[in-house]
């Protein structure tokens, strides 16, 4: 029985409180002494200059510790037990500030992700009233989870408490550190995604911040989308002429409600339009020796750009160096590409182009800054450039 860590757990000492409740200062330390048990006993409690607390009880009449309050259960050594741990829990609730972790290490590693991350825990189990969510502030997206567990859970010892936090890793990295020293494969998550790590001070807090830094930024991510289009086969520049919705091949996880910016491949080489996904996962099977597809979702003309704003180059600086797919931008992309104040082009189009539910193929094609490749848009043969697919 560990009658301190039971009582004081989770919790850290005001120092200021603890003067004034009658701690006396010697050198870092602080000491506090109390008769109690009709005077027969006295609880000594120190808290050192790293804000342990330690305590023993001792017999007057003998002037030795009485250690059979941590082993017995008799009615003498109930009532000094009682009589102990209610002198600590006055002390606690007078002098000691709620915490929501037990360990240096673990408090250090929250106290980084809030100050880089804006992250605060958030504790969503009633069962589990001490594990802490850390989520990724634009996707909501959980990075770290913080939670104490018996030792025998991550190959350590049993019946002793430990702090781990689990953070997304890739598989690779999970199978070069599971078993290295402060590791473990992952606790309470999916071992294929995510790695535990064990905060008792085996490992330095820097490479613990460089896995959540990587957590992180697998998390950070927008529901923003970017996918290129190819003018040399269709005529995708007119595409919303007569119409602000259209069907496209969806191979990736978009979403209804995301943001798409449609890149238009050479002589373009720019984001020419930005829309919304309205509807996704429709079903549409379609095969050939070029092309096979079974889902398509619609999209919904939100805005036109000018040619010359959202060009290759410009995308180049926020770090998007090839678009060979349909991908996800990260939260900083999407917000340097919101800070620029583009104007509307002038509806000078006048092409005709109306969905009417044919299939119409993008092929593979080199082009001067990348490959595009399997992406597909749906509208009547008559827009497309090459009749010869009709």
């Known amino acids: 029985m560990d009658i301190i860590s039971d009582v004081f757990r989770k919790t850290r000492p005001d120092r200021k409180k603890l003067k004034k409740f009658g701690f006396m200062e010697e050198g870092d330390c602080l000491f506090y002494e109390r008769e109690f048990a009709d005077g027969a006993f006295l609880a000594k409690i120190t808290v050192d200059e790293n804000d342990a607390v330690t305590g023993k009880v001792i017999e007057k009449e003998l002037d030795e510790e009485y250690v059979n309050i941590y082993s017995q259960y008799g009615a003498f050594v109930n009532q000094v037990r009682e009589g102990y741990i209610s002198i600590l829990e006055e002390i606690r609730d007078a002098c000691f500030v709620k915490d929501d972790f037990l360990f240096p290490q673990t408090k250090r590693i929250v106290s980084h992700i809030k100050k880089q991350y804006g992250a605060r825990p958030e504790f969503l189990w009633k069962k589990f009233p001490d594990y802490a969510v850390f989520r990724e502030k634009g996707s909501g997206k959980w990075f770290a989870i913080v939670m104490n567990v018996d030792g025998s859970k991550v190959s350590l010892e049993k019946k002793k408490e430990y702090e781990i936090i689990d953070v997304r890793c890739d598989k690779k990295m999970i199978d070069a550190l599971k078993d290295e020293k402060g590791f473990h494969e992952a606790y309470h998550m999916n071992k294929d995604s995510w790695l535990s790590i064990v905060l008792d001070e085996s490992l330095d807090d820097e490479v613990i911040f460089s896995l959540i830094e990587q957590s992180h930024d697998v998390t950070d991510v927008s529901d923003h989308w970017i996918i290129p289009a190819n003018p040399e086969y269709y ?23 995301d943001i798409v910016y449609m890149y238009v491949a050479s002589p373009y080489s720019a984001i020419l339009y930005k829309c919304m996904a309205e509807e996704t996962d429709i079903p549409y099977e379609y095969k050939d020796k070029k092309v096979s597809m079974n889902r398509v979702m619609r999209l919904r003309l939100l805005k036109r750009f000018d040619p010359k704003k959202y060009t290759f180059a410009y995308l180049n600086t926020l770090g998007i160096r090839a678009i060979r797919g349909p991908r996800r931008l990260k939260k900083e992309m999407v917000e340097k590409l919101g800070s620029f104040e583009f104007e509307e082009v002038d509806t000078a189009f006048s092409f005709i182009c109306e969905i009417q539910g044919k299939a119409v193929r993008f092929f593979d094609r080199e082009t001067d800054f990348f490959r595009i490749s399997e992406i597909f848009v749906f509208f009547d043969p008559y827009c497309r450039k090459d009749r010869s697919f009709e």
């Not at 005529?235 to 409600?257: A, E, M, T």
Request: aromatic share 8%; with cysteine.
């Open 235 to 257: 005529d995708v520049v007119h595409c919303f002429d007569h119409s602000d919705s259209q069907l496209w091949k969806q191979s990736s996880d978009i979403h209804v409600g």
